[in-house]
C-alpha cells in the first residue's frame, strides 16, 4: 500500500494498515520519542488514537514537530 507522509510517497506491507504502523515505518526512534503532531488527510488524530486509525492507498499524513525560537 502506498502512501505520503509529508509528501513523501512510502509503501506498507501489513494486514492491518494503521496510522502506528505507518508512522513506525517512516519516523526513526528518536523522532518517535519526540512531541509531534499528526494529521490524516488534513484531520488532526490524538495519539491515543493511531493504532485504531486505518489508513488507505493514497492517503496523505503530516507529521508536524514544534519548532523553537523566539
Known amino acids: 500500500m502506498k502512501l505520503f507522509i509529508n509528501g513523501h510517497s512510502i509503501s506498507i ?5 494503521t496510522l502506528l504502523v505507518a508512522l513506525q515505518c517512516y ?6 520519542q519526540q ?14 488514537n493511531y493504532p485504531q486509525s486505518s489508513v488507505n492507498q ?10 523553537q525560537g523566539g
Open 13 to 17: 506491507e501489513t494486514e492491518e494498515p
Open 27 to 32: 519516523l526513526t526512534f528518536e523522532q518517535q
Open 35 to 48: 512531541s509531534f503532531a499528526v494529521a490524516l488527510n488534513g484531520d488532526f488524530v490524538g495519539k491515543a
Open 58 to 67: 493514497g492517503d496523505s499524513i503530516d507529521v508536524l514537530f514544534p519548532i
